[in-house]
């Protein structure tokens, strides 16, 4: 039975003592093993081929210097990685980073700026042109209110709009204007512009309101009022002048 021999070297050629070159041919047989470890440091596996005959091309084959006959030293290949399996990587060079079509080779930090200095096109089609409209604003930002004449009947304000400026109708009552549910982020400003008699107040009641249930502005209310924004929770009071949440 043809029992195989493993080898050890420390380098590969230059015939010296160590190197894997030196190895008598005459004692070498098919499928023997060698293991070289160079000062690089390298590590290097090799079987060796009885037959081969092949020319010398180090690292891939190596001749033994002394009885070579046909027999060579054939440098193992690593099983190659995959994203499957674990293995040898060859690094990719700077211009088939860039290039950006080799599935078998890898990157590296350095190589990788080379690409982002150099990204290509993106994606598969051109994008149509953007169209775009510019608008221009400049001196102040107006709004239309709306006018109304409170009484304690209750009468509505406006969802529709940003202000609402309410008259008391003059018959030294309470007033009521009411506020419908708004939408989420709405504002709504809402301010007694006239008091049709000093003895009239008014009072705000939203249909869902979270810190209460109504903002009330007591006896010559001209000039008082509140700002309100809506949630997903209802009308909050974040402006108030003069008013009596409760």
């Not at 060079?93 to 982002?116: C, H, I, Q, Y």
């Not at 010559?220 to 700002?227: A, E, F, L, N, S």
């Amino acid at each position: 039975m043809t029992v195989n021999v493993v080898y050890g070297a420390i380098d590969l050629t230059g015939g010296s003592a160590g190197d894997l070159d030196a190895i008598d041919g005459t004692v070498l047989q098919n499928n023997d093993i060698a293991i070289v470890v160079t000062t690089t440091p390298y590590v290097y596996i090799y079987r060796l081929n009885s037959t081969s005959g092949a020319a010398e091309s180090s690292p891939d084959i190596i001749a033994p210097d002394t009885n070579p006959g046909n027999k060579r030293w054939i440098l193992a290949s690593i099983r190659a990685a995959t994203d499957a399996i674990v293995g040898g990587v060859e690094l990719a060079t700077s211009a088939e980073v860039v290039t950006g079509t080799d599935a078998t080779r890898v990157v590296t930090p350095d190589t990788l700026t080379d690409k982002m200095a150099a990204p290509g096109a993106i994606g598969g089609t051109t994008p149509a042109a953007g169209a775009f409209t510019t608008l221009a604003a400049s001196g102040k930002v107006t709004s239309t209110p709306d006018a109304i004449t409170a009484t304690s009947e209750t009468i509505a304000a406006s969802i529709a709009t940003l202000i609402t400026l309410v008259t008391t109708n003059g018959d030294s009552d309470l007033d009521d204007v009411s506020l419908a549910d708004g939408s989420t982020g709405q504002v709504k400003i809402i301010t007694c512009e006239v008091a049709g008699n000093a003895a009239d107040s008014y009072k705000i009641t939203p249909a869902t309101m979270v810190q209460g249930t109504q903002i009330t502005f007591a006896a010559d209310p001209t000039g008082k009022g509140c700002v309100l924004a809506w949630s997903v929770s209802g009308w909050l009071v974040v402006g108030n002048n003069g008013g009596v949440i409760a």
